[in-house]
């Protein structure tokens, strides 16, 4: 059974960078074909893809996103990492790290001063 926990803090200023880490286990995050995701939602909007690293630390990012987001991951502690530079009160959000169909239980991430 894969299971997914985020952390990370739950309020993050403006201009600053936001740091998530997602922990897996039951299954190695090398392990062939798979992929893992981070996905967030907005008060009040839809889900939102963010970028993928693959079993192989290959990296995808949003076109909307790919600017400010940085993914990598910790293979020794079966860990990935999501970093989202330059942030505003647009990126409160709910992020959740994902592994379809398995997904993290999410953490609200709220921008203010």
């Known amino acids: 059974q894969v299971q997914l926990q985020e952390s990370g803090p739950g309020l993050v200023k403006p201009s600053q960078t936001l740091s998530l880490t997602c922990a897996v286990s039951?299954?190695?995050?090398?392990?062939?074909?798979?992929?893992w995701d981070w996905i967030r939602q907005p008060p009040g909007k839809g889900l939102e893809w963010m970028g993928t690293?693959?079993?192989?630390?290959?990296?995808s990012y949003s076109p909307s996103l790919k600017s400010r987001t940085s993914i990598s991951w910790d293979t020794s502690k079966n860990q990935f990492t999501l970093q989202l530079t330059s942030v505003t009160p647009e990126d409160t959000a709910v992020y959740y790290c994902?592994?379809?169909?398995?997904w993290g239980q999410g953490t609200q991430v709220t921008v203010s001063s």
């Open positions: 690293i693959t079993y192989s630390g290959s990296t």
């Open positions: 994902v592994r379809v169909p398995n």
């Open positions: 039951g299954v190695s995050i090398t392990r062939n074909s798979y992929y």
